[in-house]
Structures are given as structure tokens and as C-alpha cells.
């Protein structure tokens, strides 16, 4: 869990069906109940008619227990999960355009080669970095950049996996232990 | 067997168990419509108005636990159907709505009475269907009936293109629904089981707060085995009366806003709330950081999203309360809180909410008294909203499970006459009352033409007070009774409309005609209407004004009031 300006934030993943409009009962479900989403990022997931979500939520602990419960509660979403205190890798992936010329040319090459970004596209004034990895460092790099003239920004939003083995699809319904939620 | 969807449609429904429909036709969804003669086990029931068709399926559900049908056709039929599907949605009613869409070819186009029905249900639907396909067509339904009417029920749409009507598929009907992100959660946690008993051994001021899930549970036994074993106090929330008989020595009664104010204290000093299937409404707890600060929180409940949304909890059980309960009676041990109960009986003697008044002057509280009389708390009474929902709520002795038929979460008006029509035909073996406001009433009276056109003999008792009433009474207390926008100057004459439909009216003015009037319409076969013409200016009390607290309670001023 991070926190940004004292709002903390959490990392949410769900496994839902991969359904028309599955996103639009997710997404209207968060705007109706007020919940504040940072970034939302949906893939398909390893099992053809499912697809996987991971959610940057910004609230405290009751806020995000009820966003859990309300995702959980949509009929198309099978399982969720809050991760942010769990050992996971969670990554982001950022495309920069940024204003170059001969002269800043190698010096952004540098800055570049040591956030282990690539750089994708170089025209006349101006080149694209493509840089993955957590959200800070992407938000360092961009900080960095600035000073050159950042012209355009594109985030795909963070996904996150738990380490080890016990993250696979299981593919009867989800029973929760809500005995054991707790009630803040 | 091959079938079109439209015929789909009707085995479907068929095979749910469904007997009667509430619709009314437009383009397209007649293709359905044309395929009903196939089908005369299914009573379809012809409204006046859309919003009629989803209040009446909702009061059928309501009042037998089954998901009431309601169809409409694409655009302004399916919005018209809107304030009904949000008012099941708020109240956990079992309901499915099946509604008529554009072709799919034309869909988003902006074609002839084409909305975004699903697009606009999504937030007020337990769940939606787009049916895409005929095939589809019976593996949508059963689905929409099984989330419907499990779980916490709700409503469900099904919406369905003209053209997926017409076509012809294999019609298989599923045996068993496939949803993997739908499974309610029905044994209690034994372990929070065992903490609930803890608590509950503990306690010395315990209340249970009875909502609507004991109804939905039928856990009416349970509830009354709990009380009774340990000798605790029941509080109704508004919903939940009927799920413990008013004439039980442990009934507190409805606590709240418009609730009964020893209800309301007893919560504030009691220090164990077991609430049961409720959800802490706003009516409820006033202003929530001053809310039974008093007591530990037991909720059993089978919606997790429940659990700490409003208010915090020390022991939450997630289940069906028919199981969760019985789990608790087979562990809590039998107890005695006679200082408890004796202090209760002091707060009733301090704080007498139910005394009417005693006045030659025709009062809305003396009439639903009469009612409760001459029905003998046997009826099934449907209320609209507003003062009369309060005094219907307060003054009528319910003593069965489904007997106030009432929108809680919503606050509906004009639920009173659809609502009304459809828990009549749920229940034909019933006196159905309907207590009406004059300005709710005036919403959905178009529905009297149903009732009469298909012999649907709900009584209706309308307190006719030529206001918006509860409004007007919020002007008086907050706003120095500046009435504005709340008087009617020009009601219909009540009595002369109803005969006009083809019903009996009845005009009462005097206190002395009540009880004669309410037994000749329910002597009467057939609809029949009675216009009480009340005093104008009666308020409900007590009132907990929104946002506060017990403390702030208002009660009706002492020297008026005498023992009846
Ligand atoms: C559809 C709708 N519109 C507005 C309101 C706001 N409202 C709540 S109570 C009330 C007055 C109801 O008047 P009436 O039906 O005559 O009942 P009374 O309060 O006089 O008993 C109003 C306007 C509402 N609850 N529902």
C-alpha cells in the first residue's frame, strides 16, 4: 500500500467474464458509489472467456473493503482481491514523447539507458521512450524528462501478480470467507 | 424443439413457474405480445402505464416471495417502467422485467423508440441481459429468475431485439444456471457464530432490529425463537414489520425517523444490537457517528456490501438468516432481562408514541386504527409515501409476515395503486388496503381502470388531506411554515372519479362514518374507494429530524394527548 498525499493506495486485481460490458457495470459501479479509481488496466488472463483487472484505488481501509465487496457483488466478477499488502510484482508500462535536438540527444540516451528504458522512435525534434516498471519509477522518469520538454504521455495504468504459484484461475464460484471480513 | 423467441419467451417463463404477467404492448415487443394466445396459462394483465405494470409486479413479489413479471416495449415503454425497477431494486423485491428492443441492426442508431434500456437499468438491476441471440433467449431467463429470487433478491431485465423474437432456434431449457461470480453465501462463519453467542451471553439491554430479510428468509420462527429464548426485545425496522407480530409482548415497534420513540431509545441505550437483514438505513440512525454509540453491533445479513457500510460492527455474519439463525438458537443458552424489559415498559409509559389523540375532528391516525380493528390486523395494506405511510406504518397492528406493503428505500409515490393492484393478485385470498395519499393516489390512479377491468377488489382508504403532505409538514417544522408548492387547491372529486371508473366511492367527513364506510367497501364486490377528508394540517410524531439524533426527538406536544 502507497500513499499518495495521505490518501493511502491499494491494488486491487479481479477475475471477471470476459462479457459485453463487463467494464461499463464495473466502471459505472465506482462512479455511482463515489470510489476513486487511479488507473484500471484489463487483460484477457489465462483462460479464454476471462479476463483480468487490476485496480489503483485511492481511500483508507473501510473505503476500499466496500469497493471490494460491491466489485464483488457484480454478478459477472468472479473473484477479487486487495494485494497491496501482499509480495507481488506490479508494473506499468509508459510511452514518453519527448523534445530532442542533436545537443540533448545523448544526454536523454543516458538518463534513458540508466532507467533501462528503450527509446522506439526518433524523428527530427523529438523522440518516443517506452519505459516499464512500478509507478514511482515511471513517475521519476517522466519528472526527469521534463526538464527537455515532455510532449506527449501515455500510461497504461499499473497490473500486479502475487509471487509464487497460488494466483490460478479457479473456475467454480468464488466462496468468500467473509465470516473472517472485518467490519471497519 | 424449434421455436421462435418470442415462444421461448412463454415456455420460459412457463417453466419459472410464472401465472401472471403485467405489460403493456408497443412495437417491439409485439411479437411477443402475438404469441400470448399460444399461451392462456399466462394471465397477462393490461396496464394503464408502464410504471403501473413494474409497481404491480412488485407488489406480487412482494407479497408471495416469487419474482413478479413486468414486460414493456423499447424506449418510453421501457423508461416508463424506471421508478419501479429502482423501487424493487432499494427494497431487495424479486422481480424480472423483460423489455422489447430495437433490431439488432439498428441498435445504436438512434432508431424509432430506441433507448439504451440495459445502459439505463444498469444501476438499479440486481443484474441485465442484452439478448443477442434467440438461442440465448431461455439461458437469460433462467438465469434472470435464479438471481432474481436468490440471494439478496432484486430486480433483473432481460432486454430482447424484435428480431431475436422472431427468429427460430433449438429451444433447450437449462437445468442448472453456470455463473461463477454468483454465489451467495448462505451458512453463517461458525466462528463469528460462536462470538455472536459470546456477545449475546454478555449482554444486559440486548434489542434485535428485525428488517426485511427475516421476510425474505422466512425466518419468522427463528427470529421469535431468539427473542423468546433469550428474552430480547424486537425492533421492525419499516420493511421488517410483519416479520415479529406487533401484539407479542417483546414487540418494541418501528424506531427511526417517524418510529416509535421509546423504539428509538431503547436503541440508544441498549448495549447489543443484533440487526437482522437490515442495512442501517439513514431513517434509521439518523446522523450515524451519534448511532447507538452505545451498544456492540451484531449484523447477520446475507449482502457483505451491507456489513460496515453505514455503521461499525463488531461481529458481521454473512448468511441466510433462516440458517444463521438456527445455528444461533441451537447455542444460546436461555436468559431472563427483566430490568431491561421493565425499563423498556418505562420508556413506552414515558414516551406513549401510539396514543391518538382525542379529538371529534376526523384524523388519519384514528382511521388506520379503525382499519386495524375492522380487519382485525388480517388485511394486507399497501401505502404510498409520505405522512399516511407513517401513520399506516404506526397505528395498524400487523401480525403476518407480508401484511404493509410499502417503498422503503425508495419512497415511491405512487406506489399505492399498482402496488396495491399487484399485491391483490399475489394474494386473491386477501383483504388488500390500500392507504393512499390524495397526491399519490393522483400519480398512478389510471391503474383504477385496470382494477376494475379485470376485478381486482383492493379497498382503497385515501387520506385526503389537499397536500403534499409530509412535504407541508417539513415546511412547517423547517422552513417557519412557508408552504410552498404543496397545497392542492383543485382535487378531483375522489368519489365521483371512482364511480366514473366504474368503482364504489365513499366520502367520509366525519369520525363518526369511519367504520361504517370501511365495512361497506369491503362489503362490496369489487373495487370500492373511500375519500377520508382529514384535518389538513396533522403532523406525524414523533420525528427525529434527518440528520440528527434521538435527542432532537420531536413528540406530538403532551397536553393534547389523552388515553383513547
Ligand atoms: C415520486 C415522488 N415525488 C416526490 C416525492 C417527495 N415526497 C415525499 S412525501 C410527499 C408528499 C406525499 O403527499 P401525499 O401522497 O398526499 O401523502 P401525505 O404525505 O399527504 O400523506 C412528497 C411530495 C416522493 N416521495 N416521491
Redesign the pocket.
Known amino acids: 500500500m502507497t500513499t499518495n498525499g495521505g490518501v493511502p493506495k491499494h491494488t486491487i486485481t479481479a477475475l471477471v467474464q470476459d462479457k459485453p460490458g463487463v467494464l461499463n457495470r464495473i466502471s459505472s459501479m465506482f462512479r455511482r458509489r463515489g470510489f476513486n479509481i487511479s488507473s484500471l488496466a484489463v487483460g484477457h488472463s489465462e483462460e479464454p472467456d476471462l479476463s483480468r483487472m487490476t485496480f489503483v484505488v485511492e481511500g483508507d481501509d473501510k473505503v476500499v473493503e466496500q469497493m471490494t465487496k460491491h466489485l464483488h457483488k457484480l454478478i459477472d466478477v468472479i473473484r477479487v482481491s486487495d494485494i497491496s499488502n501482499q509480495n507481488i510484482v506490479s508494473r506499468e508500462l509508459a510511452l514518453i514523447k519527448v523534445r530532442s535536438n542533436v545537443q540533448t540527444r545523448s544526454e536523454i540516451m543516458q538518463i534513458v539507458h540508466i532507467f533501462r528504458a528503450n527509446i522506439v522512435d526518433v524523428a527530427v525534434d523529438s523522440l518516443i521512450v517506452e519505459v516499464s516498471g512500478d509507478e514511482d519509477k515511471i513517475d521519476s522518469l517522466h519528472n526527469l524528462l521534463k526538464s527537455f520538454g515532455v510532449l506527449e504521455v501515455m500510461r497504461t495504468g499499473t497490473i500486479a501478480m502475487n509471487r509464487g504459484a497460488d494466483s490460478r484461475v479457479r473456475r467454480t464460484a468464488a466462496r468468500v470467507d467473509w465470516g473472517e471480513a472485518s467490519s471497519v | 424443439m424449434r421455436l421462435n423467441g418470442s415462444q421461448m419467451v412463454c415456455e420460459s417463463l412457463l417453466r419459472e413457474g410464472v401465472e401472471v404477467i403485467f405489460g403493456l404492448p408497443g412495437g417491439a415487443i409485439l411479437p411477443l405480445y402475438q404469441t400470448l394466445p399460444e399461451y392462456p396459462q399466462l394471465r397477462h394483465i393490461l396496464v394503464r402505464h408502464e410504471q403501473g405494470a413494474a409497481h404491480a409486479a412488485d407488489g406480487y413479489g412482494r407479497v408471495t416471495g416469487k419474482p413478479g413479471v413486468a414486460w414493456a416495449t423499447s424506449g418510453p415503454g421501457a423508461t416508463n417502467l424506471v421508478?419501479g425497477i429502482a423501487t424493487a431494486q432499494m427494497d431487495s423485491v424479486p422481480m424480472v422485467i423483460i423489455t422489447g428492443q430495437v433490431s439488432r441492426a439498428s441498435i445504436g442508431s438512434d432508431a424509432f423508440q430506441e433507448t439504451d434500456t440495459t445502459g439505463i437499468t444498469l444501476p438499479i438491476t440486481k443484474h441485465n441481459y442484452l439478448v443477442m441471440n434467440t438461442v440465448d433467449i431461455p439461458r437469460a431467463i433462467k438465469e434472470a429468475f435464479h438471481i432474481a429470487s436468490t440471494g439478496r433478491p432484486g430486480p433483473v431485465l432481460v432486454d430482447i431485439p424484435k428480431d431475436v423474437f422472431t427468429e427460430e432456434a433449438e429451444f433447450e431449457y437449462p437445468d442448472e444456471v453456470d455463473l461463477p461470480g454468483y454465489n451467495p453465501t448462505l451458512e453463517g462463519h461458525p466462528a463469528q457464530v460462536k462470538r455472536a453467542v459470546r456477545l449475546i451471553a454478555q449482554a444486559r439491554r440486548p434489542v434485535i432490529l428485525a428488517g426485511h430479510g427475516i421476510i425474505i428468509s422466512q425466518a419468522y420462527d427463528e427470529v421469535r425463537e431468539l427473542a423468546e429464548k433469550v428474552q430480547i426485545p424486537v425492533i421492525t425496522t419499516l420493511l421488517g414489520i410483519g416479520s415479529f407480530p406487533d401484539d407479542h409482548l417483546l414487540c418494541v415497534g418501528m424506531p427511526g425517523m417517524h418510529g416509535m420513540a421509546y423504539a428509538s431509545l431503547a436503541i440508544e441505550e441498549a448495549d447489543l444490537l443484533i440487526a437482522l437483514g437490515m442495512r442501517f438505513d439513514d431513517r434509521i440512525t439518523g446522523k450515524t457517528s451519534e448511532f447507538a454509540v452505545n451498544s456492540k453491533k451484531i449484523h447477520i445479513e446475507i449482502d457483505p456490501s451491507e456489513i460496515g457500510k453505514n455503521v461499525h460492527v463488531d461481529v458481521p455474519i454473512v448468511g441466510d438468516l433462516k440458517l444463521v439463525l438456527r445455528e444461533l438458537n441451537r447455542r444460546v443458552k436461555p436468559k431472563t432481562h427483566v430490568e431491561w424489559i421493565q425499563r423498556i415498559d418505562e420508556l413506552k409509559q414515558g414516551h406513549p408514541s401510539m396514543l391518538i389523540r382525542d379529538t371529534d375532528k376526523l384524523i388519519p391516525q384514528y382511521i388506520v386504527q379503525q382499519l386495524a380493528e375492522a380487519t382485525n390486523g388480517d388485511a394486507i395494506v399497501v401505502t404510498?409515501?409520505?405522512?399516511?405511510?407513517m401513520w399506516a406504518a404506526q397505528h395498524y397492528t400487523y401480525r403476518h409476515p407480508r401484511s404493509l406493503i410499502t417503498s422503503g428505500g425508495s419512497?415511491?409515490?405512487?406506489y399505492e395503486v399498482p402496488g396495491a393492484m399487484g399485491a391483490q393478485v399475489g394474494r386473491p385470498d386477501k383483504v388488500v388496503w390500500s392507504v393512499?395519499?390524495?397526491?399519490?393516489?393522483q400519480?398512478t390512479m389510471a391503474e383504477l381502470a385496470t382494477l376494475v377491468e379485470n376485478n381486482i377488489p383492493v379497498k382503497f382508504a385515501i387520506?385526503n388531506?389537499s397536500?403534499?403532505?409530509?412535504?407541508r409538514q417539513w415546511q412547517e417544522f423547517f422552513y417557519q411554515k412557508s408552504y410552498v408548492a404543496t397545497g392542492y387547491t383543485h382535487n378531483p372529486d375522489f368519489v365521483k372519479l371512482a364511480e366514473a371508473f366504474g368503482m364504489l366511492g365513499i366520502r367520509v367527513t366525519d369520525k363518526a362514518q369511519v367504520r361504517s364506510a370501511i365495512t361497506r367497501a369491503m362489503d362490496y364486490d369489487g373495487p370500492a374507494l373511500v375519500d377520508f377528508v382529514v384535518e389538513e394540517e396533522e403532523n406525524v410524531y414523533p420525528m427525529i429530524p434527518a440528520g440528527q439524533t434521538v435527542h432532537d426527538l420531536i413528540e406530538e406536544p403532551l397536553p393534547e394527548r389523552v388515553r383513547r
Not at chain 2, 404510498?384 to 405511510?389: S, T
Not at chain 2, 393512499?436 to 393516489?441: E, I, L, P, Q, S
Not at chain 2, 397536500?467 to 412535504?471: D, E, K, S
Open positions: 421508478t404510498g409515501v409520505g405522512q399516511h405511510q419512497g415511491a409515490m405512487g393512499a395519499g390524495d397526491g399519490g393516489f400519480m387520506i388531506n397536500f403534499l403532505g409530509m412535504v
